[in-house]
């Protein structure tokens, strides 16, 4: 398992009857989470007293409940000192706005902090071997760690999701991360309508990211449902890998979607078409209470030769 486990402003406090404890900066927050499946003691008082409980309902989605919370805060997720090499702006501190919305989300998913230090290193070490700044496509991109984690790197980024309030999100984090003049295109479009129009423009790129979500809608209504369409977006993908590929990082927090299922995706798509190697685990976070880990998803990645 990969474990985002060099967190300084986030902490996943303790776990217990389908909900986690966490702290986001100097906030205690408590969400829902479906992987917690035990019931036991609640001794930490953030549970009695937290800031701010989302709470699922029997009939789907849910609401809020606020107790002391700002409307909007801020983070921040410290890259390895060793990405820094061809930096395009910031400092490697990348810094994250934060506000509640819609089904329980706050604007990061930390543990996807295992994927920012890979990449950065990735990127990091070709522009030290070889000058060039690779470029990157980031796919169903959210409020852009991942962009960020890679413009900080030295790379140049496509930035792509359906949505324009998450894209102009993520504007004001890099812009937070001193990285609003780094090289980035913003885009709101449908992921696979827009990997299609690079595909007939002959628009290639060294790495791409991915991270779907289980369902969705683009921004003219189409839609996206991961089991049916998932390998055939992988496979479109593999149609804009350049000829001095770095890697692909697919995330999933679909249950059918196990490391193993991440890695025979990408074997056939990638290593079997270009070589190198393919590597798939469960993600999670560190739990303070008990020293366990809570799990959050897999990721695979192919790396190029």
Not at 37 to 51: D, Q, S, V
Not at 113 to 124: H, Q, R
Not at 273 to 284: L, N, T
Request: aromatic share 12%; net charge negative; proline share 6%.
């Amino acid at each position: 398992m990969w474990i985002a486990d060099r967190w300084k402003d986030y902490e996943v406090l303790d776990t217990s009857r389908g909900e986690k404890l966490e702290r986001w900066g100097g906030y205690e927050l408590v969400r829902p989470d479906p992987q917690v499946i035990w019931n036991t003691e609640r001794a930490l008082p953030g549970w009695r007293r937290p800031n701010a409980h989302y709470h699922r309902s029997q009939k789907g989605g849910g609401e809020w409940e606020f107790f002391d919370l700002p409307d909007e805060w801020e983070i921040s997720y410290a890259l390895p000192e060793s990405t820094s090499a061809g930096s395009a702006g910031g400092d490697g501190s990348l810094r994250f706005h934060l506000k509640p919305f819609a089904f329980k989300h706050t604007g990061v998913f930390p543990e996807q902090a295992v994927n920012w230090d890979f990449s950065a290193g990735m990127i990091a070490a070709r522009i030290r071997g070889t000058g060039h700044a690779p470029k990157v496509l980031n796919l169903f991109a959210y409020t852009g760690g991942a962009t960020l984690a890679a413009l900080s790197a030295g790379a140049s980024v496509t930035h792509v999701d359906a949505s324009k309030g998450m894209v102009g999100w993520a504007k004001e984090n890099a812009a937070s991360s001193g990285l609003a003049e780094a090289p980035v295109r913003w885009l709101v479009d449908d992921c696979g309508k827009f990997v299609e129009r690079e595909i007939r423009r002959g628009n290639h790129y060294d790495a791409i990211i991915m991270d779907p979500p289980s369902y969705g809608r683009g921004p003219k209504g189409e839609i996206w449902k991961i089991e049916e369409s998932i390998y055939p977006f992988i496979e479109l993908c593999a149609k804009v890998i350049s000829d001095t590929p770095l890697f692909v990082i697919i995330n999933s927090y679909t249950t059918g979607l196990q490391p193993a299922v991440l890695s025979y995706m990408l074997n056939l798509a990638f290593k079997n078409r270009f070589g190198g190697r393919v590597e798939a685990e469960e993600i999670g976070l560190p739990v303070s209470a008990s020293g366990l880990v809570l799990p959050c998803g897999a990721t695979g990645r192919w790396i190029a030769p």
